[in-house]
């Protein structure tokens, strides 16, 4: 789940990145994010080179569920 999540993620990037579509499987961003918000505890987040993840984004419910795994991640949709 962990290596999925990464590409999963790097995907998204580089739609936004590329002014692509970024809304991915959905099916597939509510399981990783499911998984996400399990395996990341907030003593995770911190600021950028000294912790793994960044601290979460506030992303509305009713955004795609791409953007909320984004969020939840550090990125700003």
Known sequence: MIAASDQFQH???LARA???AA??????AAKLLEFA???IPDTFR???????VGAAVDVS?????ADR???FLGRTP
């Not at 809304?23 to 597939?28: A, I, K, S, Y």
């Not at 911190?46 to 793994?52: K, M, V």
């Not at 419910?61 to 569920?65: D, G």
């Open 37 to 39: 918000q399990m395996a």
């Open 46 to 52: 911190g600021p950028e080179g000294q912790a793994p």
């Open 23 to 28: 809304n991915l499987d959905p099916d597939v």
């Open 11 to 13: 995907g998204w990037d």
């Open 18 to 20: 590329t002014g692509q």
């Open 61 to 65: 419910e009713s955004a795609p569920v």
């Open 69 to 71: 795994l984004a969020g």
